[in-house]
C-alpha cells in the first residue's frame, strides 16, 4: 500500500488567501470588461488590462525585479535571477523576429517595424540609463517593480513612483536642450536593417548565448531554502518567469504595441505640469519617437494607465494568494532613498525614452541597439548605486 | 452610315453622362462585394491608414500597405508622390493596367480617399473606395490577417499629372476676391472655420492666423457619413450640400487643413454627386500663413496671443 501522503491530492490554498485573491482577480476582471465598453479603443484597453493583469501576476510570483536579480548575484553570486532576465530576452527576441516577418517582409527597406521601441543612441541614452541604474539601486528597484511592489502592499513604492513622476518634469525641463544639441541627429538603430531578420536573430541569441555562459560559471549555488513550502507559496524559478514575460511581451507586440510601464506616469507628469509658466510649451521632437511617448492627457483611460491598473492588481492578486502582501511603513531614511532614486529613474527614463521594460526588454527583444546600450549602461548605474549603498551602510 | 456614327454619338454621350453621374456602384465597393472577390487577381486591395501598425496588426487578407506620408508624397517638396515614384510603388503593389483597385484605410477613408485623389490625378482607371472603410469591415466581424506578401509585379502605366483636379494658391485667392466663379468648401470643425480654434485638440498649431477663406461655405466632412461609416445616400448628400448652396451649378474647391480630409468631401462631390471639384491641398496650412491675402475671422482671433 501507497503511503497515504503520496495519494493525496495536491493541498489548495486556504479560503483566507484564496477569497481576497480571487477577488483582486474579479476585480482586474471587471475593469477589462468596463474598459471594452469604451467606444472606439475599448477593445485594446480591455486587452491592455489583461496583459497588464498576466505581466503583474508573473513579476510578482517570479521576483522579476531587475535590482533584487543583480544585487542577488553582486552580494552572493546568486546568477539565478540575471539568467531569468536573459530567458526573456531570448524568448522575446525569437518572437518579435517572428512578427517581423510578417509585419515588414523587407527589413532593408530604411522602414522600422511599427511602434517598435528603437530609440536614438548616443550619450544622452547612457546618462539616462546610468542615472537609471543609479536611482533603481537606491530606491530598492525599478518602476515596473516598484508596480508590483505596490500589488504587496509596499508603502515606500508610491513615494518611489511620486520621485519618477519629478523626475519625469525634471527629464522634460531638460529635453529641448538634449534634442537640438544630440538626440535630433542621433543614429536609430535596428540590427535588422543592416544584419536582416536571420542575422540579427543570431547575432541577438549569440550575445545573450555568452552572456548567459558567464554568469552561468560565475553562479554560486545558494544555500538550500528553510523548508518545504506549499506550491502557491513558492517562488517561480526565474527563468520560468522570464520565459513568461518574454511571452507576453510578444503577445502585446502582436496586438497592441510593445510592453512598457512608464508612458502613462510620464503622461500624468506632463499633463499636471503643462500650463505652468515654467514649463517648456513645446517639447520639440519628442512625439515622434516612439517608445515612452508621453502625450498630454486628454482621456481618462490610455492603453498604458490600463495596463499598469492591471499590472497592479494582477501583483495583488498574486500577492494575496502567496502569502506576500505585507502592507509595511519605509522608515525615514528608506522614505527619502525611495524619492531620490525616484527622482533619477524619472529623469533617466524619460532621456531614455523608457526603463527597464520599455527600453530594455522592449527594445533588445525588437533588436534595437539603444536597448543593449541601456544594458550596459544600467548595469553600470546599479553597480555604483550598490556600491554606495555598502559603503555607507544604507 | 451617317445614322449608326448618330447612334454611335449618342451612344458616347449616354455614357458620358452615366460617368459624370457615376451610380455609387461605380466608384465605391461594400464590404461583402470585395469579401466575395478577394481572390479575383485583378482585384488589388491597398490599405491608406493614418495610424502606424494597424495594417500589419491585421488588414484585409491580400492588401498591400501605402504609407501616406512616405508613399503618396515627395520626399522633398510639398507636393503628392512623383510621377516615377508613383508608378514604382503601383507596380510593386501589383497593380496593371487591368486591375481594378479599392483602397480603404482607418479614420473613415480619410487618407484611402486621399489615395484615390492621388490615383485620379495621375489617370488610374477602376480605382474604387471600399464604402466604410476598416471601421464597417472590423465592426462586421470580416477577416483580417495579419502576414502581408509581396504580390507578382504588375505593369501599370502611370501618365503625366492632371492639373485639372488640384486648386493651387492663386486659385483660391481669385475664389475669394471674387474674380471667378467658384464655390468654396471648408470642411474643418465650425470652430476652426470660424477661426476660434487654428487646429484640432491635440494637433499642433501651423497657421499664423485662424479663420477661413472669404466666401468658403462650412460643411463638415463628417456630414457626408453615415453612422456606420459609408457614404450618405446620393440623393441625402445632395440636400447636405444642396442646403449649403453648393449644387453643382458652378466649380467647386473643397479645402481642409493640410489637403488631406477634404479628399473625402472632393469623393463625394466629384465622385458620388458628379460635380466639378479641385482639391485645395496646400489648404489651411498654406492659406492661413500666406502673405496679402484676404481672411474671413468670424471669432475675431487675428493672432495667437491675446
Not at chain 1, 485594446?44 to 505581466?55: K, R
Request: net charge positive; glycine share 12%.
Amino acid at each position: 500500500m501507497m503511503a497515504v501522503s503520496a495519494d493525496r491530492p495536491p493541498a489548495v490554498p486556504p479560503l483566507r488567501t484564496l477569497a481576497p485573491a480571487a477577488a483582486a482577480l474579479v476585480a482586474g476582471l471587471a475593469l477589462a470588461r468596463n474598459l471594452a465598453g469604451i467606444e472606439g479603443t475599448g477593445k485594446e484597453l480591455a486587452l491592455s488590462a489583461l496583459l497588464g493583469i498576466a505581466f503583474g501576476a508573473v513579476l510578482q510570483r517570479s521576483r522579476f525585479c531587475f535590482y533584487c536579480v543583480t544585487r542577488d548575484f553582486l552580494d552572493r553570486r546568486d546568477a539565478r535571477g540575471l539568467l531569468g532576465i536573459l530567458a526573456a530576452l531570448a524568448t522575446g527576441t525569437l518572437g518579435y523576429h517572428l512578427l517581423f516577418g510578417a509585419f515588414l517582409p523587407d527589413p532593408s527597406g530604411g522602414r522600422l517595424p511599427p511602434g517598435a521601441h528603437i530609440g536614438p543612441v548616443s550619450w544622452v541614452l547612457a546618462a539616462g540609463a546610468t542615472s537609471f541604474g543609479l536611482g533603481m539601486a537606491l530606491s530598492g528597484s525599478c518602476i515596473s517593480a516598484h508596480l508590483y511592489r505596490i500589488g504587496e502592499g509596499s508603502l515606500a513604492s508610491p513615494l518611489a513612483l511620486l520621485g519618477a513622476a519629478g523626475g519625469f518634469v525634471l527629464g522634460f525641463l531638460s529635453w529641448n536642450g538634449l534634442y537640438l544639441g544630440t538626440l535630433q541627429a542621433a543614429p536609430v538603430v535596428w540590427l535588422p536593417a543592416s544584419l536582416g531578420y536571420a542575422g540579427s536573430a543570431a547575432a541577438q541569441i549569440g550575445l545573450i548565448a555568452i552572456a548567459t555562459v558567464l554568469l552561468a560559471r560565475a553562479h554560486r549555488a545558494p544555500p538550500a531554502a528553510a523548508g518545504p513550502q506549499a506550491w502557491w507559496a513558492r517562488r517561480w524559478p526565474a527563468h520560468v518567469g522570464g520565459i513568461l514575460v518574454g511571452f507576453i511581451g510578444v503577445l502585446s507586440y502582436l496586438r497592441l504595441g510593445p510592453l512598457g510601464v512608464t508612458a502613462e506616469l510620464g503622461s500624468l507628469a506632463r499633463t499636471a505640469a503643462s500650463g505652468a509658466a515654467w514649463f517648456p510649451l513645446r517639447l520639440e521632437g519628442l512625439d515622434g519617437f516612439a517608445g515612452c511617448a508621453t502625450a498630454v492627457k486628454e482621456t481618462l483611460w490610455s492603453q498604458n494607465g490600463a495596463f499598469v491598473a492591471g499590472l497592479v492588481l494582477g501583483a495583488f492578486g498574486a500577492a494575496l494568494s502567496g502569502g506576500d502582501f505585507r502592507p509595511r511603513l519605509p522608515g525615514a531614511a528608506e522614505a527619502l532613498r525611495a524619492l531620490l532614486g525616484g527622482l533619477l529613474m524619472g529623469w533617466g527614463a524619460m532621456v531614455a525614452l523608457g526603463c527597464t521594460v520599455g527600453t530594455l526588454l522592449s527594445g533588445i527583444m525588437a533588436a534595437a541597439l539603444s536597448g543593449w546600450v541601456f544594458a550596459v549602461f544600467l548595469a553600470l548605474g546599479t553597480f555604483l548605486g550598490w556600491l554606495l549603498r555598502k559603503r555607507r551602510g544604507w | 452610315m451617317k445614322r449608326i456614327r448618330t447612334l454611335l454619338a449618342s451612344a458616347t454621350l449616354l455614357l458620358a453622362a452615366h460617368g459624370a453621374f457615376a451610380a455609387a456602384s461605380d466608384v465605391l465597393v461594400t464590404t461583402e462585394w470585395l469579401e466575395k472577390n478577394l481572390n479575383d487577381p485583378k482585384v488589388r486591395v491597398i490599405e491608406v491608414s493614418v495610424n502606424p501598425g494597424q495594417f500589419e496588426r491585421g488588414h484585409i487578407p491580400g492588401a498591400v500597405n501605402f504609407a501616406w506620408h512616405t508613399d503618396l508624397v515627395d520626399p522633398v517638396r510639398r507636393d503628392i508622390v512623383g510621377r516615377e515614384n508613383f508608378e514604382k510603388l503601383l507596380r510593386s503593389a501589383g497593380v496593371s493596367q487591368d486591375s481594378t483597385v479599392v483602397l480603404y484605410g482607418d479614420t473613415n477613408n480619410w487618407f484611402a480617399a486621399w489615395g484615390a485623389w492621388v490615383f485620379d490625378i495621375y489617370g488610374i482607371k477602376n480605382v474604387k473606395l471600399l464604402d466604410g472603410g476598416r471601421k464597417k469591415w472590423e465592426a462586421e466581424s470580416r477577416p483580417l490577417a495579419a502576414v502581408s506578401k509581396q504580390p507578382p509585379a504588375g505593369n501599370v502605366r502611370v501618365a503625366g499629372a492632371d492639373a485639372r483636379l488640384r486648386a493651387r494658391l492663386p486659385d483660391v485667392i481669385a475664389a475669394a476676391e471674387k474674380k471667378g466663379d467658384v464655390a468654396l468648401v471648408d470642411i474643418r470643425s465650425a470652430d476652426e472655420y470660424q477661426g476660434k480654434v487654428f487646429a484640432p485638440a491635440g494637433i499642433q498649431e501651423l497657421s499664423i492666423r485662424a479663420g477661413h477663406i472669404p466666401g468658403a461655405v462650412n460643411v463638415p466632412w463628417g456630414e457626408a457619413v453615415a453612422a456606420d461609416g459609408t457614404f450618405k445616400p446620393v440623393e441625402e448628400l445632395r440636400k447636405v450640400y444642396a442646403a449649403k448652396s453648393i449644387d453643382g451649378s458652378k466649380p467647386i474647391i473643397t479645402y481642409c487643413r493640410i489637403g488631406e480630409r477634404s479628399s473625402h468631401t472632393w469623393f463625394a462631390l466629384s465622385k458620388l454627386l458628379g460635380y466639378e471639384v479641385r482639391n485645395y491641398d496646400g489648404s489651411w496650412t498654406e492659406y492661413g500663413n500666406a502673405v496679402g491675402v484676404p481672411i474671413t475671422n468670424l471669432a475675431g482671433t487675428v493672432w495667437g496671443g491675446k
